[in-house]
């Protein structure tokens, strides 16, 4: 199955004219241009989130929430799948309007401090309290609703990501713990790593069967199939970087070595991809780390 084209055996997408998705009668994706998406389920209750979107994007996102049918203003629980901004801008809003945030540990710790990429000197600020998650756990847990959620320890994509399972729609949300299109962001500096790319996608298989929709941040819905493509190449690039390590190579021969070719021409060009991913080794398996 190596290199095969990941299959697409998800039914094509129901978009209205606002772009969202229909998953089921209750769950939908809010598609606003530039977000990253946000899986919003209604009830009578008011909605839940699986991430916000980015603070630029937040008056949009919750437009289009208030906007599904059954929708409403009124977000009762907001989950965050991990720190980057990208998911984290509608919280201090909700946090204001008094909606329960929840998010793994690590992720309100990362929130709550200043952080600098290394690899490009990008800068966030920690976000005031009323902005932070406000019911954090560690390992899992399940809602009321039925709504189960819980970690994803591998370090996928940063130390603190987690998945949302909605048993009834059979629908997984899994923020940037698999990607949909192109290569992922690997933040070593919050705990990503390669080898927790491809365990991450391991565990999302052993949560989801063959017919669960898994919803990634980035790019179409995904399935089992899918993410069983995944985890082959991303376990395939992970042993190929692993060996050049070992024989003590550097970033830079990694790239060049191109231990991702025959998943560029679907993939894209993976420089940047690789080296990083390359650089995550350090923190996780070099002897003097
Ligand atoms: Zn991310």
Redesign the pocket.
Do not use: M, S
């Given at each position: 199955m190596l290199g095969a084209p990941a299959l697409r055996l998800c039914a094509a997408p129901q978009a209205d004219t606002s772009g969202n998705e229909k998953l089921a009668d209750d769950l939908f994706i809010i598609r606003v241009p530039g977000e990253?998406a946000v899986v919003a389920q209604t009830s009578s209750n008011g909605v839940l989130l699986v991430d916000g979107g980015s603070a630029a994007g937040s008056d949009a996102i919750l437009k289009a929430v208030a906007a599904l049918p059954n929708g409403s203003a009124k977000i009762h629980t907001l989950f965050n799948?991990?720190?980057?901004p990208?998911?984290t801008g509608s919280n201090e809003k909700l946090g204001m309007a008094g909606t329960t945030i929840i998010a793994q540990e690590n992720t309100r710790l990362w929130l709550g401090q200043n952080i600098t990429w290394p690899w490009n000197g990008r800068k966030f600020k920690k976000l005031p309290k009323i902005a932070q998650p406000n019911k954090t756990f560690y390992d899992k847990g399940t809602l009321d609703s039925g709504i189960r959620y819980g970690y994803i320890p591998d370090a996928a994509?940063?130390d603190g990501d987690l998945y949302v399972f909605f048993p009834q729609q059979n629908v997984l949300a899994v923020?940037?713990a698999a990607y949909g299109q192109g290569w992922p962001?690997v933040?070593y500096w919050t705990g990503g790593w390669i080898g927790g790319i491809a365990g991450g996608l391991q565990r999302i298989l052993s949560i989801a069967n063959k017919d669960t929709k898994i919803v990634p941040?980035v790019g179409p819905v995904l399935g089992y199939a899918d993410i069983t493509a995944q985890a082959d190449m991303y376990g395939m690039i992970y042993d190929r970087l692993s060996q050049m390590l070992n024989k003590g190579r550097g970033p830079t021969e990694a790239v060049e070595a191109k231990p991702a070719k025959e998943y560029e021409a679907k993939m894209g060009n993976p420089d940047e991809f690789i080296r990083r991913a390359f650089e995550s080794l350090w923190a996780y398996l070099s002897p003097d780390a």
């Open positions: 990253a799948t991990h720190w980057h990208e998911q994509h940063t923020g940037d962001v933040d941040a």
